[in-house]
């Protein structure tokens, strides 16, 4: 039998109001913690106010918000990936140094997402 880690013994409404408090947790170290997140997170915060005042659709309001959440969600992936290669080990490696890179990649893909996202609505709606 394979052991169960104490955290996975939760279940129904009790594992929901758990789940939401570590991401409450999450969050709350990823603003005191990553100088990257506090950013995006300003970034989430102005782009949401201007999607929200431009004269376009819903649909285009969504996709220029959501790409912001997207920018957010992956710099949280990113963090995680980098927390656990620091817990592993703080020794110079070419597999630590690997993961890292591969996680600013996402984010970075995440951001050109977002850009190519902003200026097709706004050259749309603008130009």
Not at 18 to 35: M, N, P, Q, T, V
Not at 52 to 69: D, M, N, P, Q, W
Not at 94 to 112: E, Q, R
């Amino acid at each position: 039998m394979e052991p169960v880690s104490e955290f996975k013994s939760k279940s129904g409404l009790k594992r929901i109001l758990s789940a939401f408090y570590y991401s409450l947790d999450g969050l709350k170290a990823a603003w005191r913690h990553e100088h990257a997140f506090r950013q995006e997170l300003a970034l989430f915060v102005v782009g949401t106010v201007i999607a929200l005042a431009l004269r376009v659709s819903s649909f285009e309001k969504l996709l220029l918000i959501g790409v912001l959440v997207l920018i957010l969600i992956v710099e949280l992936i990113n963090s995680a990936l980098e927390a656990v290669v620091d817990r592993v080990s703080l020794e110079r490696h070419p597999l630590s140094k690997n993961a890292k890179d591969f996680g600013s990649a996402a984010v970075l893909l995440a951001c050109l997402l977002a850009a190519a996202a902003w200026a097709v609505v706004l050259l749309d709606r603008f130009a």
